[in-house]
């Protein structure tokens, strides 16, 4: 099973910007598709964004699309999410899964392992 590390979590003001690192240990994640999710307090969690292993394609959702961008450096074995223009409704602890796909109600799902989670917290 892959251990997932979430890290840049933090407080940031109504349309700051913050980068989350997603690293592994004893794994590379090449070999695995990559998903941020999110989950606020007393809300489902969310399926934010998704990047191919192979092909690099990635998914984002509606609510961020424009604002988000989900990379990855192979050379650091570690998946990123660049949040630009934030907002307070972006506040929840943020998740990376591997196996991140599209559901059958066509929302992003993670179905392999799953990091701790980091806290981001928008001021407005």
């Known amino acids: 099973q892959v251990q997932l590390v979430e890290s840049g979590g933090g407080l940031v003001q109504t349309g700051g910007s913050l980068r989350l690192s997603c690293g592994a240990s004893?794994?590379?994640?090449?070999?695995?598709?990559i998903g941020w999710f999110r989950q606020a307090p007393g809300k489902e969690r969310e399926g934010v964004s998704c990047i191919d292993d192979k092909s690099g394609i990635t998914y984002n959702a509606d609510s961020v699309k424009g604002r988000f961008t989900i990379s990855r450096d192979k050379a650091k074995n570690t998946v990123y999410l660049q949040m630009n223009n934030l907002k307070p409704e972006d506040t929840a602890i943020y998740y990376c899964?591997?196996?991140?796909?599209?559901?059958?109600?066509?929302?992003?799902?993670?179905?392999?392992?799953w990091g701790q989670g980091t806290q981001v917290t928008v001021s407005s």
């Open positions: 899964a591997t196996d991140c796909a599209l559901n059958g109600y066509g929302a992003l799902a993670g179905f392999g392992s």
């Open positions: 004893g794994a590379t994640l090449d070999y695995f598709t």
